[in-house]
């Protein structure tokens, strides 16, 4: 829904009439498709995220009890996605690349079509879009750290471990900052499938003001906002799933140590 100018069959209207001529025209696992990247490349993604989160937010005195520090919480969240970023680039590239309509006649995987971006493109092309993505990710992680640990605090002052807080508010702070930052993930798009586009002028495109411009005169401002519905539904159970297995595991541990430290 965020390309700029695309095929006839590739024009979807919303999240059922896409997903039903995706599905209709192109198979089911179509729906999947670039899934194998961002296996790859979330793992160590997220574990340089939360690593860096706790140690800033440890740094500015974030983790006391009871307290709500929201410049911790915003703080942190930019430094780990900055840091985090840096890494998942290539494989959200790469991710891009392979939903485009029909990319399974071009790339037969997700090796194949890095060496296809880079034969053409050269390692340029995997980070054109990083001060992009920074401007829309860096938002987007310290309003929903934010959101996050003022609703979780609220709900839970003792910050003891709590899954229904926990789910509760990362699905609402996660909905709460794709929905403020979708104009920057449509240009993010822009950039990151620029190589495939037919559209001359699009594929000269370098730049977050040069995307901002080339949409605008096109679209206008509500081309700022396209894909935004499916964006906040599928971060609010993303963010949901991610900060519970998060609190969950970070719970485990500290019990884990506790009892070890009591039992020695």
């Given at each position: 829904?965020?390309?700029?100018?695309?095929?006839?069959?590739?024009?979807?209207?919303?999240?059922?009439?896409?997903?039903?001529r995706?599905?209709?025209?192109?198979?089911?696992?179509?729906l999947?498709?670039?899934?194998?990247?961002?296996?790859?490349?979330?793992?160590?993604?997220?574990?340089?995220?939360?690593?860096?989160?706790?140690?800033?937010?440890?740094?500015?005195?974030?983790?006391?009890?009871?307290?709500?520090?929201p410049?911790?919480?915003?703080?942190s969240?930019?430094?780990?996605?900055i840091a985090?970023?840096?890494?998942?680039?290539?494989?959200?590239?790469?991710?891009?690349r392979?939903?485009?309509?029909?990319?399974?006649?071009?790339?037969?995987?997700?090796?194949d079509?890095?060496?296809?971006?880079?034969?053409?493109?050269?390692?340029?092309?995997?980070?054109?879009?990083?001060?992009?993505?920074?401007?829309?990710?860096?938002?987007?992680?310290a309003?929903?750290?934010?959101?996050?640990?003022?609703?979780s605090?609220?709900?839970?002052?003792?910050?003891?471990?709590?899954?229904?807080?926990?789910?509760?508010?990362?699905?609402?702070?996660?909905?709460?900052?794709?929905?403020?930052?979708?104009?920057?993930?449509?240009?993010?798009?822009?950039?990151?499938?620029?190589?495939?586009?037919?559209?001359?002028?699009?594929?000269?495109v370098?730049?977050?003001?040069?995307?901002?411009?080339?949409?605008?005169?096109?679209?206008?401002?509500?081309?700022?906002?396209?894909?935004l519905?499916?964006?906040?539904?599928?971060?609010m159970?993303?963010?949901?799933?991610?900060?519970?297995?998060?609190?969950?595991?970070k719970?485990?541990?500290?019990?884990?140590?506790?009892s070890?430290?009591?039992?020695?």
């Open positions: 829904m965020q390309i700029i100018n695309p095929t006839p069959g590739a024009v979807y209207n919303g999240v059922i009439q896409g997903t039903y995706m599905a209709s025209t192109e198979g089911i696992l179509s999947w498709r670039g899934m194998s990247s961002v296996i790859i490349g979330a793992g160590p993604a997220h574990a340089v995220y939360f690593a860096t989160y706790e140690a800033v937010k440890h740094l500015m005195g974030g983790n006391r009890v009871g307290v709500h520090h410049l911790a919480a915003a703080t969240g930019a430094c780990a996605t985090s970023d840096a890494l998942m680039n290539p494989f959200d590239v790469i991710k891009q392979m939903q485009i309509q029909n990319s399974a006649k071009i790339y037969r995987s997700v090796f079509c890095a060496k296809y971006v880079y034969r053409n493109e050269g390692l340029a092309a995997f980070y054109v879009s990083y001060p992009t993505t920074l401007s829309m990710t860096v938002p987007f992680t309003l929903q750290f934010l959101a996050y640990e003022s609703i605090t609220s709900m839970n002052p003792t910050k003891k471990y709590d899954p229904v807080t926990h789910c509760a508010a990362g699905a609402v702070a996660g909905g709460f900052a794709a929905a403020l930052t979708t104009p920057m993930d449509v240009i993010k798009t822009m950039l990151q499938t620029r190589g495939s586009a037919q559209d001359a002028e699009l594929r000269t370098n730049g977050f003001v040069a995307g901002c411009r080339l949409l605008y005169r096109r679209e206008g401002a509500r081309g700022f906002f396209k894909g519905r499916p964006r906040v539904l599928t971060t159970p993303s963010t949901a799933i991610c900060w519970s297995a998060y609190e969950a595991s719970a485990y541990f500290i019990h884990h140590n506790d070890t430290s009591a039992s020695s």
